[in-house]
């Protein structure tokens, strides 16, 4: 039985709290949070469990092995790096921290304390993209040309961090996952139309050293909703839309071919293959669910998470670099080629 | 009674040749092309028209008023100019010329001439595009935030073009009637999956004066067609999906406002608005045919197109910049402001 | 402050406790089921909450004012009646009873004794049919010439009633709340593909007086989920999605027109207009949480229920002669018009 | 070679016209109009065809071996049993006559005569058709439960048929081709919502005798356009959406299952299956031009027509029943079982 203990009980806090209740194997053993009356709520939701204003106490106490933190972005530095000081295991939600710098002393701090350090990128552990992992690390799609983001929806404005850190972000995990690789360079452009604010608008694109080409375009300012993505390879191409309530994954047997035909390559070197279209069924469960059991059995048996820390700092290095160039208006920021993707 | 010759007569010269055929008040009075083949066809269609393999024929025949060109792009300067220097108007296939030092001395030469010189940015002249303007200058919109494209589908690799001059360009001529705006800077990137092919896959951004962003998404190598455009503006927000049969255009009454509210700044300081949405009638008149009629009546009364060759000239130059910027992997390209949009 | 009790704790009753415990002005007094477990889960869920087994227990507890009834339809007389004779006020799920007879005697027990009789038409109480009045009453659809729906899914098949009872009766109810006319006759045909099941799938037809003609078709055995209502009025013509996230509700100013031309008499009567379409912005509160502050407020100040006992009987009428109806294959069944719709 | 000559260059005349005069193996010989300025339309795009106001010309004409009708469905017997005792064969547009008595003298003169009757049900010739009738064939699908089809949309009101013989007569060609059974039964209803004009909306239910059910929803006074086929079989489902410009076709792994679990059966005695998702790639080409090959093809080799008289027949009779049907409210109305399907 592995004891958690929550900090932030804010947005995503409940969903953690009711995630690690209903979990086998695990205990909700205390939640921290500053706001007195979201303590009030916890004690009536769950009543045998710890609530606390001062994280110290989760901290401190000895029967907790893990602490997962679910406050701004700001913070995640300073309560993770005291987690892992006081031998907890840590899970800590995404973006993982402000700075790559950050992350990477996290990192280091884990390693260091043999702690498990798992970063919540939750479209890692949705049926979808496991289906598409599946599919291009088989090789059925072939050599990857491109992958095609849109993450736009009249979304909540963020006051601590850019859409970059809020939505780009689900792309930089996911591209991490499913091809292998890690970017040379990033172009990104972007502007916040409202003084004051974060960024609420970027397109981001991003160059792999297999010529894979990658972009994002993500906004808090679209009159509709869409979450789509478009993978496109030598042998197949798919196309995931989070917001179909079945058939999410779409598998089409269609591409280009070259010719050696003299008289074709004369009037255009590329042709056209069409087929059948698949779409697999996905597993169901819920990610949280997944990624909580994946986290309990890292915990218990020593293992690394899918998403360890080395690619929640990877992540972080895209955000710093897609923001640098955004500020620079598409200025390409070259990227350090010392890391492994997944 | 306006008459007409058509140099090139392949993928899009049948289509003039019939818009020509049909519009009253013009006469379809020759077609050049050097493949006889094509002109046998011609001949069957339209037996009382001259054929001919060498558009001298049609330049030397003073019967003939004006000239529409239909051929590759890195043609278009060469014949362009020759029909204006025999004192023809001029109809020229998008994009107008293959750089913008060819597109500058058409501007100069049909000035000089006092000829009409007419670009065929087709979409100029939709239904759909006449509808977003009224309602962008009517000021229905408010401020315009952002303009973002997508044109995707599994396309026809052109030989000679890139996939910007190709598609992007539908962009540029658009934003450039829309907002009536030039762009300060240009950020692009894409790429050539296919050796000894031009570009078949592009991301640009241009930043305008204003603050306006625009944004186009343009590829060969999608498993799906998309023709979409979403355009933000502080008081509404546009969708122009092209491939939906009826309803292409809606206007969202749905946008982000400030508060005052000193509580509410804490949290956030934007908040939401959503309301009815409306798709108005659109005017379902072929562009081609509107077009027609419009450069017909710009040659009976001396008149200057909506698409003349100064919008031609701009389109080239960005699609120039944005092939410039393509080339540095998202190196911003500046752009001189010594125009005004149309 | 209204004391409330349920009878059944199954597949909707837990709903119907978390909408009675969040409703101010109304407080959850007891649950009756005749399963302990789930009574276990009501007392964690509800601590200060009566939970028993016998429904007499909560009928004759004089704290409380009325009893909900979410139990399978063959016992909604048995409860309702004993609820209604103990002096309480009733809710009862849809439909209302097994048969109009039943049902006739609910509705004159509750007005014999003044009590609230509020049939749970949930549909009644969403933003979507409210609007749909709203422009119907109003005159904006003019003339209703036919109302057409289709509710069909890979659905649950039910023990204890058909998929007109389960499905075809929300048709039922929004046609008697949104036209206010009674059908004259009914033509049902359908099957149950499985022996010893009820009938999976059906379509019935209904006519009414003044010449509108009413469509649903409803099945369990479909491979996706489908729920759309079309409605086509002399003047307006509506679409409503009940599956779109926005965007329920789309106006069509479209429709057919005769002509007085005698010309275009001889080759066709009816012309077609087509116009703008318009999607109104619809009220998203929960129906039902509207349906239990309208019960909650019925039952404190003495009013009718918009979804009252006499809208419950004619929906059961309608019921019962649509499976008439269909066990003689389409056979027309005409229906007494003794009563008003709403 | 095949001359065929056409009856009729009205609304469908000219397709036909266009597709024999491109077909290999068949030449376009004549064509009868009463209307002058349509031969002179003919005349101009035609050069070599014989035209006359008289359709005798062309049965005279020993040169022509096959004559097209497509003139209004009131003329169809006439004109085809001229043709027909003039010796030739014979193509006749759907429905194939007004009555079934007539369709039957047509059968059983074409049958005498050893002429090739071929109905122009062009539905069949399509891919999308051919592809289910494969998957249906071939026992994918298994029991065949259901058979669900809309045609809706703003229509052209026709004069002299009613929506049933416009639009559901799809149905029943595509029905006989699939399932090759012959309904025993049916029930339909439906109105004309304008006086002095044919049905414009009706809903038709046919029962078979393997226990499947079909049913057609079509109308002229729809906001939108649908053209949707719902297929459910105990292995698998279709969606035949013909307004798909891609994947028209999809094949869904999904059903229904009994269980012998005893406790399973307490509750429920169906159970539920889902899996993949398949989009075959259908053969693009023509349904019309097929048609005509098929039709030169059995001309030449004294073939019979896959959409022979016999089918025609079929048709018209359930044409003649539906609207009997429509008539009486829903009446039942029983049918011959002396006929095989297709």
Redesign the interface.
């Known amino acids: 039985m592995i004891r958690i203990g929550i900090i932030g009980y804010g947005y995503w806090g409940p969903n953690l709290a009711r995630n690690f209740a209903e979990l086998p194997g695990v205990t909700l053993a205390g939640i921290a949070d500053t706001d007195p009356a979201k303590l009030e709520i916890v004690r009536r939701r769950y009543p045998g469990v710890l609530t606390t204003s001062d994280f110290h106490d989760l901290l401190s106490d000895t029967s907790i092995d893990a602490i997962a933190i679910s406050t701004p972005v700001s913070t995640h530095f300073e309560f993770g790096m005291a987690a892992l000081k006081a031998g907890k295991h840590l899970w800590v939600e995404k973006p993982m921290t402000e700075t790559s710098l950050q992350a990477k002393k996290l990192v280091e701090e884990a390693e260091r304390r043999k702690r498990v350090l798992f970063v919540d990128h939750t479209f890692i552990y949705t049926g979808a993209v496991r289906k598409m992992r599946e599919i291009i690390r088989g090789g059925d799609l072939g050599r990857v040309?491109?992958y095609?983001s849109?993450r736009?929806n009249?979304g909540?404005?963020?006051?601590d961090v850019s859409v970059i850190a809020d939505l780009a972000v689900h792309d930089f995990s996911i591209l991490d996952y499913l091809i292998g690789e890690y970017p040379t360079?990033v172009?990104?452009?972007?502007?916040n139309?409202?003084p004051?604010?974060p960024a609420n608008?970027a397109?981001i694109?991003l160059?792999y050293p297999s010529?894979t080409?990658a972009?994002a375009?993500v906004?808090w300012?679209?009159?509709?909703?869409v979450r789509q993505i478009?993978i496109?390879g030598s042998k197949k191409?798919?196309?995931y839309d989070d917001?179909e309530?079945?058939?999410k994954i779409?598998v089409?047997?269609?591409?280009?071919s070259?010719t050696d035909d003299p008289k074709q390559i004369l009037?255009?070197?590329?042709g056209?293959r069409?087929?059948?279209?698949?779409?697999?069924?996905l597993i169901e469960i819920e990610a949280l669910r997944v990624g909580g059991e994946h986290f309990a059995d890292c915990v218990q048996h020593s293992k690394t998470p899918e998403t360890d820390g080395k690619l929640g700092l990877r992540v972080v290095e895209l955000i710093e670099a897609s923001t640098s160039?955004m500020r620079?208006?598409?200025?390409?920021v070259y990227i350090q080629q010392h890391r492994k993707a997944s």
């Open positions: 040309y491109y095609d849109t736009v009249l909540l404005f963020q006051r360079a172009s990104a452009s972007g502007t139309h409202f004051g604010t608008l397109y694109t160059f010529g080409i972009h375009n906004s300012l679209a009159p509709v909703k478009l496109g191409m798919i196309i917001l309530p079945s058939e779409k089409y047997d269609k591409g280009v070259f009037e255009m070197r590329v056209y069409t087929g059948d279209m698949w779409a697999p069924k160039s620079g208006k598409g200025e390409t």
